[in-house]
């Protein structure tokens, strides 16, 4: 026992220290929104007119964050002058006055809350300078309905040089210079700019979260974990540390942690979402659930079997934890800031029940109590807990 406390105590103190929700939150997350066709806010609208119906025990809507591409690249023109430089149609443009009039309509009812998510879904030099060189991405850039979801992974990682593999780091100066753009055309379009920040393929770094701070920024959406680069394959580089919610960055910004995922494009179900409620539940954490706009939007039938879903999961959700709530991931931020709301309870058998539980759930924690035989004398404390989390949640309801 002395040696697991020894040796794991970094991660049991983290544990301990990340809130413990009373109550289960969902909270749906779509990355890529941004420049398009009219009908991508007219899926826009449709979403927020299924979101509106499904309500929590206070009334609030269910809630989808959008993360916000602030510009395409323009193509034609780059081709045009031998990709000599860069060229960009942003959201402020005439052309997509339709989606951020859907983004401001479901915002003002409650039902979409805007998030960042990059000027560009890639960092502008890396790929022009690729295109310089890969045919490939030519003929992306002649597509005038080309998205970013079409382009190769490693390239869509903004806060890396990825014209090269492995990739480099950017200049801050850079950096800070690309998230003030960013942010004055955001609060331009929306009155503020978002204080919720999603790294684009969650890459990014220390020069980015400083940016951020200066650029009233307050959460950042994590995958919990950090990872800062890509590989010479272009795959993603092992993580350089773990990630827990309500964990301050150095610049003093919030971190919150998205693992669940709802695809409808890729086959995911309801299901799949009822079981990431109940099991985030049990552990006191918040459901971020991740989807893209390319499930929601192209065929109008595939867009709606994805919008029939979403609400089937949503009902359904309600149907099994009737005390959900539904708040948008500044809000949840907040909370958790706060902590003396409601949300986050100062029970301390509620406390020690989800912390019994998490370490069940930690694979480094759960391997060790496995083979070492502790999971085996300390069953009956287990046992104890389910119960104890069990009337726990019981009185919540």
């Excluded at 927020?48 to 964050?65: E, F, K, W």
């Excluded at 090269?164 to 609060?187: F, G, I, M």
Aim: proline share 6%; hydrophobic share 50%; charged share 25%.
């Amino acid at each position: 026992m002395l040696a697991f406390l020894v040796v794991h105590r970094a991660a049991l103190r983290a544990l301990w220290n990340e809130p413990v929700l009373a109550q289960p939150v969902l909270i749906v997350e779509s990355d890529d929104w941004g420049p398009g066709p009219v009908a991508d806010a007219d899926a826009l609208a449709g979403l927020a007119s299924r979101l509106a119906a499904v309500r929590d025990q206070r009334g609030r809507p269910a809630v989808m964050t959008l993360g916000v591409v602030c510009s395409l690249p323009d193509g034609a023109a780059m081709l045009a002058d031998g990709l000599a430089r860069y060229h960009r149609r942003a959201l402020d443009a005439p052309e997509f006055a339709p989606m951020v009039e859907a983004m401001r309509a479901g915002c003002g009812a409650g039902v979409f809350a805007l998030q960042r998510h990059g000027m560009e879904h890639f960092w502008p030099d890396a790929l022009l300078a690729r295109a310089r060189v890969d045919a490939s991405l030519r003929d992306w850039l002649a597509d005038p309905q080309a998205r970013s979801e079409g382009l190769p992974s490693h390239l869509q990682s903004r806060w890396i040089d990825a014209s090269v593999l492995p990739s480099r780091p950017l200049d801050p100066a850079a950096v800070q210079c690309a998230v003030d753009e960013e942010a004055r055309l955001l609060e331009r379009l929306f009155g503020a700019a978002p204080v919720v920040a999603v790294p684009n393929t969650f890459v990014w770094d220390d020069a980015v979260e400083r940016a951020w701070a200066g650029s009233s920024v307050r959460c950042i959406v994590t995958p919990g974990r950090r990872i800062e680069g890509r590989d010479g394959q272009g795959a993603l580089m092992p993580p350089t540390r773990v990630i827990r919610n309500g964990e301050r960055t150095a610049d003093g910004l919030m971190q919150l942690v998205r693992d669940d995922y709802f695809e409808p494009i890729r086959g995911h179900r309801a299901e799949q979402v009822w079981r990431a409620v109940a099991a985030k539940r049990r552990l006191g954490r918040p459901v971020l659930l991740e989807t893209h706009r390319e499930s929601f939007v192209g065929a109008a039938a595939v867009a709606r079997a994805a919008n029939d879903e979403l609400e089937r999961a949503l009902r359904g959700v309600l149907e099994r934890h009737p005390d959900v709530r539904f708040l948008s991931t500044a809000e949840l931020a907040d909370e958790l800031a706060a902590a003396a709301t409601g949300l986050v309870t100062g029970s301390l058998p509620h406390r020690v029940a989800v912390f019994l539980t998490r370490v069940e759930h930690e694979p480094a924690l759960r391997r060790f109590l496995k083979y070492s035989g502790l999971r085996f004398a300390l069953a009956p404390v287990f046992l104890i807990a389910g119960v104890m989390h069990g009337r726990c949640a019981a009185r919540a309801r």
